[in-house]
């Protein structure tokens, strides 16, 4: 009957012989080929040198070789235990990776910096705080035609800016470009729109007309390289056949933009209300079919 006990005694054994067999062979070639190399009559130093680091090298071959050859198997099995343990701990830190490598990126880039407005995957707010791993910030909304503070605070990952599109408005700016989009039935004069929203946003620029002469003194460089300016702009486009969406274009202060959209939105459906609603001849609004 085969005894696995002293099957595996035997294996040790003969694996321990061949290590002391293996360090031998080792010393002696070493001993054998140093000795050989200085007994050469070489004139040249340097090559002799070279010899007798060949000659160190070869047994320490020998000596690796040789414990593959013996532990072959176990040494393999090493291998594949550490691969296996570190495709674990990537697979469970991968979260945590993908967030470190979007916090390089962020600071590597300087992406944004706090107190920046950023938008990112829908997700819109004020940087408050950011670090390795996520950033923070007030969210703004709700809707993404909102700028109003919602009172909630974001933590986002950063393994978002490795994958989403960023949109950042810088606070450095002290003045910025704002578009606010109003959607509108169909059958208002489009002229008789264009006049009160122009005429509402002149009204309430002029609480910062001042401030923006003065920057624009200051910064006449960002400011003609931005095309910054106080003439407000509105633009028309049919978003659906029953409704219109107007945009109106302006240069507004960065800290006081939810002000101002606030004020000019305001004062412009005060004059809508005023407005009238173009007819046929028939006397029926004109209405998408």
Known sequence: MFDIANFESIMRNKTISGVLLL????????????????????????????????????????????ILFIWGKELREFA??????????????????????GGLLKSSTKLFEKGDRIAVDGRRGKVIDHTLLTTT????????????????VLKLPNSLFLSHMVSVVPSSQTFIHHIITMTLPLGYDWEDIEKSLLESAK???????????????????????????????????VNAKDSLDVSLRLTVPYEGLSVVENKIVKSFMDKLSDLKQVTTQNGNQITGE
């Open 80 to 101: 594949l235990s550490l691969v296996a343990v570190a495709a674990a701990l990537v697979i469970a830190t991968k979260e945590v990776i993908l967030c470190l490598m």
């Open 137 to 152: 910030m007030m969210e703004i909304g709700p809707s993404e035609k909102l700028n109003q503070n919602t009172g909630r």
């Open 23 to 66: 360090i031998l062979l080792y010393l002696f070639s070493r001993f054998i080929l140093v000795n050989g190399v200085k007994a050469w009559a070489l004139k040249d130093s340097k090559n002799k040198e070279s010899w007798m680091a060949i000659a160190r090298r070869i047994p320490f071959a020998i000596l690796f070789v040789g």
């Open 203 to 237: 009204e309430v620029s002029v609480d910062y007309k001042e401030s923006f002469q003065s920057f624009k003194k200051r910064k006449a460089n960002l400011v003609k390289e931005l095309n910054l300016n106080q003439d407000p702009r509105v633009i028309f486009d």
